[in-house]
Structures are given as structure tokens and as C-alpha cells.
């Protein structure tokens, strides 16, 4: 058994399915919620793409967009291959406000994909709400940089 760690370090081939209900259940776990200090999630691409049926399971529990556990030790967490799409923005808000110590967050979008603007104001404005932490968003061809103290 493993009892001392620092970071959680997740694949994930989600072929269009939301990711944040699985992520924040392995989050949740007590040694992971603990220990956990860096948080890296790389999204794979599949060639398959199934849209998401009414009442999927990569959405239970259903409530997990408005959850709040308690990472305090998480400082960074970094996410590679985002699709801009809304489930990805409700993760992120999840870990902003499960993380009090959190010092850094780095989103990259997947190769390929441009990002709307609604999404962008979206991701900017969860940064703007939180100050202290170091947000950057790669967005393929430039990099969006807030950086407030």
C-alpha cells in the first residue's frame, strides 16, 4: 500500500464524456484528499466520440458540479487536451473552491480546438475571482497570462 505521496498524475480517454464526477471521487478518497498536492490531468483523444445520453453515468453523482470537499493541500493543478466545453468549467470551479491553498492552475487546450469566446470569459472570470493563485491558459497559438498579487 502506498501512504506517502505528493501528486496524482490521471490519463483519461473520456471519448466526450465528462471527466470532474470520476476525478473528484478519486479526489475524495481520504489518502488521496490528504497527501494530494499536485494535481496533473492529461485528456487523450479518441477517434470514437459518443455523445453523452440523458442521465449518463459520467455525470453521478449529479450533484457533483456543486460539491465541495476538501483538498487543503492541493497546490497545483494542471490540465492538458481541454475541448472548451462547460463540464470543464464546472470542474474547474469545483477545484477552486475545494482548494484553499492552491497556488497554481494551468489549462491547455487540445491540439486542434479553438476555443469560443463565451468559454474564454467563463475560464477568465473563475481566475479573476481568485487572485492569489497563478492562472495560465494555453490556448495552442498564443497564452492568455494573469498573474495577480
Sequence with gaps: MVTEFSGLDLHLRTTGHAFGAVVLRLMGMHRIRTAARNLRIVLLKSEVKE??????????????????ISLVNLETVEIEGVDGEDHEIDFLE????????????????????????????????I????????????????VVDKVLH
Excluded at 475545494?98 to 468559454?119: I, K, Q, Y
Design 94 to 125: 469545483v477545484i477552486f473552491t475545494s482548494a484553499p491553498m492552491l497556488r497554481t492552475v494551468v489549462v491547455r487546450l487540445a491540439d486542434g480546438v479553438t476555443p469560443c469566446v463565451d468559454w474564454c470569459t467563463k475560464v477568465n472570470n
Design 127 to 142: 481566475f479573476k475571482a481568485y487572485p492569489f493563485v497563478k492562472c495560465n491558459t494555453d490556448l495552442g497559438q498564443y
Design 51 to 68: 455523445a453523452c445520453p440523458v442521465n449518463c453515468l459520467c455525470d453521478e453523482p449529479k450533484d457533483w458540479r456543486t460539491q465541495t
